[in-house]
């Protein structure tokens, strides 16, 4: 099991080499949790980076998820509290997904 939760603030040349290791690093059946924000979270200012570039998309996850499973995925608003700056609506991705 790997839990990724708001990992993304790596490059997008740094996240293709991050998902590619999280994938080699799973078992065979074993568990990706994904947890970050979509791009409509520029929108809310409630936290996250502030470039489209770090956001996940539908498009951008299947890519990177390419040959997995995917067993739930929820794109969602809700309310957070983690702390400064963490506050308020969010848009989030909730992604678990398993390698094959």
Same mark, same amino acid.
Not at 66 to 76: A, P
Not at 86 to 97: E, K, P, Q, T, Y
């Given at each position: 099991l790997i839990a990724a939760i708001f990992i993304q603030f790596a490059t997008p040349n740094m996240r293709v080499?991050?998902?590619?290791?999280? !994938?080699?690093?799973?078992?065979?059946?074993? @568990?990706? #949790?994904?947890?970050?924000?979509?791009?409509?979270?520029?929108e809310y200012k409630t936290g996250g980076p502030p470039s489209i570039d770090h956001l996940y998309t539908t498009e951008l996850i299947q890519d990177l998820l !390419?040959?997995?499973? #995917?067993?739930?995925?929820?794109? @969602?608003?809700?309310? #957070? /509290?983690?702390g400064e700056g /963490?506050?308020?609506?969010?848009?989030?991705?909730? $992604? $678990?997904?398993r390698k094959l």
């Open positions: 080499d991050l998902f590619a290791h999280i !994938r080699q690093s799973l078992k065979p059946g074993g @568990y990706l #949790i994904l947890q970050g924000y979509t791009p409509k979270q520029l !390419r040959g997995m499973e #995917i067993c739930d995925w929820q794109e @969602y608003e809700a309310e #957070i /509290h983690e /963490h506050r308020g609506i969010s848009a989030l991705m909730g $992604v $678990v997904a």
